[in-house]
């Protein structure tokens, strides 16, 4: 049974940063690509970034050169750094396969207000 955990959301000002972590169990991840997706309030959940087993990396065109995805093989872990943040980035942010096909996790809140 495969079980994704998010966490690390939060509150932040506009310009601020936050780093989100997701930690799944099972062999899922070692197998798949990984990627970070969002949720905003009355929007589909869109793809903001996927990193393959190998280490390569794909960014909505939104958020290129603000946020960076890594993953650590060993810890099952994948990681989204968020900087120079934007009131447009609020969303619930999920970690998944790149195709979305494992059960989902609660998600972290990510709200960017001043």
């Known amino acids: 049974q495969v079980q994704l955990v998010e966490s690390g959301g939060g509150l932040v000002q506009p310009g601020g940063s936050l780093r989100l972590s997701c930690v799944a169990s099972?062999?899922?991840?070692?197998?798949?690509?990984m990627g970070w997706f969002r949720q905003a309030p009355g929007k589909q959940r869109e793809l903001v970034a996927r990193?393959?087993?190998?280490?390569?990396?794909y960014y909505l065109d939104s958020v290129k050169g603000r946020f960076t995805i890594s993953r650590d093989n060993a810890k099952n872990t994948v990681y989204l750094e968020m900087n120079s943040l934007k009131p447009e980035d609020t969303a619930v942010y999920y970690c998944?396969?790149?195709?979305?096909?494992?059960?989902w996790g609660q998600g972290a809140q990510v709200t960017v207000s001043s």
């Open positions: 099972g062999t899922i991840f070692r197998i798949s690509a």
């Open positions: 998944n396969t790149d195709s979305g096909r494992a059960p």
């Open positions: 990193i393959t087993t190998r280490g390569s990396t």
